[in-house]
């Protein structure tokens, strides 16, 4: 079973920027798309952004242009860098393949944008 393991979050205030972390142990990390996702006030988990084997990515409408999502395969990592936060980005942050495994869920991190 591949457990996830996020990182990063904090308080930031708006307009500031955070880099989340997420590892995955032993997976075959190489081979998955990787998501990073977020909960909702009403317990759902969308993808914010996305990132294929090869590199290409795809955002939510939402973070665009403000967000970024990296991998590194050799450490079997995948970071979202967050940029020009506002504080509707407030929420728990999860990473998952993408389809997300269902029983794969890490704790997540908690990103908090407020003045």
């Known amino acids: 079973q591949v457990q996830f393991v996020e990182s990063g979050g904090g308080l930031v205030q708006p307009g500031g920027s955070l880099r989340l972390s997420c590892s995955a142990p032993?997976?075959?990390?190489?081979?998955?798309?990787m998501g990073w996702y977020r909960q909702t006030s009403d317990n759902r988990r969308p993808s914010v952004a996305i990132?294929?084997?090869?590199?290409?990515?795809v955002y939510g409408d939402s973070v665009k242009g403000r967000f970024t999502i990296l991998r590194d395969d050799a450490k079997n990592t995948v970071d979202l860098q967050m940029n020009n936060l506002k504080p509707e980005d407030t929420a728990v942050y999860y990473c998952n393949r993408f389809p997300p495994f269902s029983d794969s869920w890490g704790q997540g991190t908690q990103v908090t944008v407020s003045s």
């Open positions: 032993g997976a075959a990390f190489s081979t998955y798309t």
């Open positions: 990132i294929r084997t090869g590199g290409s990515t």
